[in-house]
Each structure stands twice: as structure tokens, then as C-alpha cells.
């Protein structure tokens, strides 16, 4: 093999498929970047088992140069030294020669590195998908709904199949649900598909979905997603990612979002964040991290937390609207931070059914998003 690459595309396709390599694995080829040179250009391949990013550095884009390929062929080279070393080099051109014994030389400007690589025959495959369910969506659509729903995954392997997101469609709606059976989030989009595309109960690990909006553009191009029956595949541009699925039956969240509420508040995101965070910091120092939440006759709330080592906070928040019973509620101050931040309107309606029973958060301007919390029991 023998190529010559410009330094910052290089650089870049490394940073992407080196989020899919592993660093807990007794496999030695896994460690490893598979770079192959073909007429196509430059396709550079990582894999953990789980995740599999593909990048191709194509000849030329958009009349801008890439990757000149003097002589096609492949190699495997360890991800941590080779993407220190392109990160590195002077030049913005590097030349990458490789010899029959697999060593390979790269050089840039006056500097020359030689390290040995690994024979690419022994790099497992990527998985074949049948391409008959695949829908569209736009980058930037799909990193926020990611966003707004991966933080309330579970982190705990005790229910494996809740550290993932579960993603379903039916009638053109992409639906997005996480839960770690205390709190819940759930994000819904209008897709391209064909109408008689439906599936449900594909649940995509958590850590893929997080390493997929670190590798997603910013921009409204249309991302292909593949799904199978253990496998996942995103089309980008010029990458490709690959996760497999979680294996097991997702929750049937629907039955634990209450139909009705006996009290609704409906604020200012920004004000009721700023003051639950507020109230987090006594909370967090006294480890219990818990706030309470308590309307009151001339309809305005009060938002208190106590530490008793600490000292204790009060603020009134006054909503734009309230209706329905009184009410005193105490919850996680982390979990409500977490579904304020990803809420992306100004104001939400808070939906209460008593003391003891899971509340919703809705955007007032939109029904896409949906968050649910349980509350805490304090005696």
C-alpha cells in the first residue's frame, strides 16, 4: 500500500473511528484502525464488537484534493499510537507506505515514523445488512433527539435492556423513549419513510447513541439509518456506523404516564431551572440531592430544599398560570435539572397528580416531548 493524504482529513476520520475502538479488549487486532486503499479512496474501519465506524476519505470532493493512492492495499495499525502521531505531524500532506513484512512507514515534512502494523485479513468483517427497513432523518433532528432523551437511560446493568434508548416507528413518527425506571424521557419526530414502515422495540445501547451525536454533523443533510434484526446502521455522508442492538423486551412505558393531572403549573423553563438549580446546592451537599415543591393559596410556589448539616433555601417562583388542587411534592433536584436543560421551549406545564404519583413535563408550545419523574417519599 502506498498513499499520500492530506493531514487534516486524515486526522479527522481518525477522531471519528477511533471512538469505536476498544480499550478493554483481549482481541490485539481490535485495538487497531483498519486504513484500506482502493479506487474509491481512503476507508478507515474501527471496531469494539459493539460500535463499528466506517469513514471514507474520498480522492477528491467538492474539487478538493484527499487521498492520492499510488498503490491500493491495507493494514491495521494501533489506534492510540497512529492517531497521536496524525495529530502531530507537520506537514499537511503525509505520505503512508507499507512493505510486505507490514511495516509501514509515515512520513510528513522532516519527519519519518516507522511502526509496525497488522495484517487487515484478520479484521472481522462488518455485518451485511438486508436494507428493506430504512427511513431519513436530518442530522441535526436526530443529535437532538438523542440529546433530549439519552441522559435518563439507566446506568445500571441490573435491568441491561434499560441502558438503552428504545426506538420505534409507526405511521411515519419516530419515537425516541429512555428510562431508568425513576424518571423518564420520550422525544417524537416526523420522519421520511415509506407508509407501511413500522417497527418497535429496537433498543440501541445508550453509549452508541452518545458516540453517534459526537460523530453527526451539525447541519440538515438527511442521515439513512438501517435497521435489522440485532444491528443498527447510520449513513452520514461519508461515514458509516454500526451498532448492535440490546437483546429483550422494552418496558411498556405508556401505562405509567398518567391520563389526567388534579394540578397543572405552567412557568418559565429558564426561571425554574435557574431556581431548582439554586435549591440543588444545599440539596447536593447534603447528599440527598431532594427538593420540595409547594403551592401555595395566592398561587405562587415554593421551591425549598433542607440539608441539616448545611443550612436551608426558600424561593417563590411565580408561574405564568396554575390551576387545580393544592399541592407539596418533593423530588430528585438532578432529574428535573437534567429534563429542564434538554427541554429546548421557554415555558413548560408541569402536570401533577398527588404527592406520591409520577408528574409530567410538557412543552406548552409542542407535544413532541414528554418527561415524566417519580417523586421522593420524605417523612
Given at each position: 500500500m502506498h498513499i499520500t493524504v492530506q493531514r487534516d482529513k486524515l486526522s479527522n476520520a481518525v477522531s471519528h473511528v477511533s471512538k469505536a475502538v476498544?480499550?478493554?479488549?483481549?482481541?490485539?487486532?481490535?485495538t487497531g484502525i483498519k486504513m484500506k486503499a482502493d479506487e474509491e479512496g481512503l476507508t478507515?474501519?474501527?471496531?469494539?464488537?459493539?460500535?463499528s465506524i466506517e469513514v471514507l476519505i474520498p480522492k477528491e470532493?467538492?474539487?478538493?484534493?484527499?487521498?492520492?493512492?499510488?498503490?491500493?492495499?491495507?493494514?491495521?495499525l494501533t489506534?492510540?499510537?497512529?492517531?497521536?502521531i496524525v495529530r502531530k505531524l507537520p506537514n499537511s500532506e503525509i505520505h503512508i507506505q507499507?512493505?510486505?513484512?507490514l511495516v509501514t512507514q509515515i512520513r510528513s515534512g522532516q519527519a519519518e515514523f516507522t511502526i509496525n502494523g497488522m495484517d487487515a485479513a484478520e479484521f472481522p468483517q462488518l455485518p451485511q445488512l438486508e436494507e428493506d427497513k430504512v427511513f431519513s432523518v436530518p442530522s441535526d433532528l436526530l443529535k437532538s433527539m438523542i440529546r433530549q432523551t439519552g441522559f435518563a437511560v439507566s446506568t445500571s446493568e441490573m435491568r441491561p435492556i434499560l441502558?438503552?434508548?428504545?426506538?420505534?416507528?409507526?405511521?411515519?413518527?419516530l419515537k425516541f423513549v429512555a428510562t431508568d425506571s425513576h424518571r423518564l424521557a420520550s422525544r417524537t419526530a416526523v420522519v421520511e419513510c415509506s407508509d407501511e414502515l413500522s417497527f418497535t422495540n429496537v433498543v440501541v445501547p445508550g453509549k452508541s447513541c452518545n458516540e453517534l451525536v459526537k460523530i453527526l454533523d451539525e447541519d440538515q443533510n438527511p442521515v439513512d439509518i438501517v435497521v435489522s434484526d440485532n444491528q443498527i446502521l447510520v449513513k452520514s455522508k461519508h461515514i458509516l456506523f454500526y451498532s448492535r442492538l440490546l437483546e429483550g423486551t422494552y418496558p411498556d412505558t405508556t401505562r405509567i404516564i398518567p391520563p389526567s393531572s388534579k394540578t397543572e403549573v405552567t412557568v418559565s423553563t429558564k426561571e425554574f431551572l435557574q431556581s431548582i438549580e439554586r435549591a440543588s446546592l444545599l440539596s447536593r451537599e447534603g447528599k440527598s440531592n431532594v427538593v420540595r415543591l409547594v403551592t401555595l393559596p395566592d398561587g405562587s410556589v415554593e421551591i425549598t430544599s433542607n440539608a441539616p448539616e448545611i443550612g436551608k433555601v426558600t424561593e417563590i417562583v411565580m408561574p405564568k398560570a396554575m390551576e387545580g388542587e393544592e399541592l407539596k411534592i418533593s423530588f430528585n433536584a438532578k432529574y428535573m435539572i437534567d429534563a429542564l436543560r434538554s427541554i429546548d421551549s421557554s415555558e413548560i406545564k408541569a402536570c401533577f397528580t398527588g404527592p406520591m404519583s409520577p408528574f409530567v413535563l410538557r412543552p406548552?408550545?409542542?407535544?413532541?416531548t414528554l418527561h415524566l419523574i417519580l417523586?421522593?417519599?420524605?417523612?
Open positions: 476498544s480499550s478493554r479488549t483481549t482481541i490485539p487486532i481490535l478507515l474501519t474501527a471496531s469494539d464488537s459493539d460500535v470532493e467538492a474539487e478538493e484534493w484527499g487521498v492520492t493512492v499510488h498503490q491500493p492495499g491495507s493494514i491495521v489506534s492510540r499510537i497512529f492517531s497521536e507499507v512493505d510486505e513484512r441502558t438503552g434508548l428504545m426506538w420505534s416507528l409507526d405511521g411515519g413518527q406548552t408550545d409542542h407535544e413532541w417523586p421522593v417519599r420524605t417523612y
